[in-house]
């Protein structure tokens, strides 16, 4: 039987714009216990009592630390060797490549899907490999997946294009999700998503707002799509600092929900 852990990573020293990131784990978890709301998913299974909350990961949360990324896979591995499956709470995106790395040691066949504004695909962003705009380029590098699926991308560079097809990334649109096949997974799959993949109009609190974003009911039907197995996920990029009545915590709690409602029913592998 599958179990969850919910691990905080509050690193966010690897942001090209603003920080507060660091923030955001502890600010999710407020918003899922606030009492707003009741512990069942949309599929009425008392989801969040299964959860092990394990806190937030101690880390240096400095700038293109391979001590700090060492941490953070050291820490994702120690989970997955134990068989559980983690969801990791944000910090930027940049935490995604070192839990990348972990995941890839159990599984050698893995499929990521990656909600996200932007592709993250820089090969080199301000001279800082660990940055948030490149995890990634550098996963990819390392091999870390048999395949990238990226959803609700809508502000890309031709460099970020260049990536995406030299490295195969199948790169889905805000305007095209309907293109989105997510029966043609195969495999273990990681589910990473970015909160700015949303629209900035249900989810401000992030660093970067790129209008034209994903509706919230269009996150959880690529949630609720997932076949299966999910071996782990990334809730990343809340900001807490540029939040409105903490409307995008909620948004957080609401995906962390049901994204492991969604582990238990299709088991972790
Ligand atoms: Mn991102
Ligand atoms: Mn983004």
């Not at 997955?80 to 995106?93: E, F, M, Q, T």
Request: glycine share 10%; proline share 6%; aromatic share 4%.
């Amino acid at each position: 039987m599958t179990s969850i852990v919910v691990l905080g990573i509050p690193w966010d020293a690897n942001s090209s714009h603003r920080f507060g990131c660091a923030a955001g784990p502890a600010a999710i978890r407020a918003a899922l216990h606030s009492g707003s709301g009741n512990d069942a998913t949309e599929h009425g299974r008392p989801v969040v009592p299964e959860l092990h909350d394990l806190g937030d990961l101690e880390l240096l949360n400095e700038r293109a630390s391979t001590v700090d990324a060492d941490t953070i896979t050291a820490a994702i591995d120690q989970q997955l060797c134990a068989g559980h499956a983690v969801i990791s709470l944000g910090g930027d995106h940049a935490i995604t490549y070192p839990i990348l790395r972990a995941v890839a040691r159990h599984h050698d066949d893995l499929t990521v899907v990656h909600v996200d504004a932007h592709p993250d695909l820089y090969d080199d962003f301000e001279g800082n490999p660990l940055s948030h705009a490149s995890p990634f380029a550098r996963a990819l590098e390392d091999g870390c997946m048999q395949r990238l699926v990226q959803l609700g991308i809508r502000t890309a560079t031709q460099h970020s294009h260049d990536q995406a097809h030299r490295f195969g990334v199948e790169m889905i649109g805000a305007r095209d999700l309907a293109g989105f096949d997510a029966g043609s997974l195969r495999g273990p799959i990681y589910l990473s998503i970015d909160l700015d993949g949303l629209d900035p109009a249900v989810a401000p609190g992030v660093s970067h707002h790129e209008p034209g974003g994903l509706t919230v009911r269009e996150v959880l039907d690529v949630i609720d799509a997932l076949p299966g197995p999910i071996v782990g996920a990334d809730v990343v990029e809340y900001n807490p600092s540029r939040d409105l009545v903490d409307m995008t915590a909620m948004v957080g709690a609401k995906l962390l929900k049901e994204i492991a409602g969604r582990i238990l029913t299709t088991g972790a592998g």
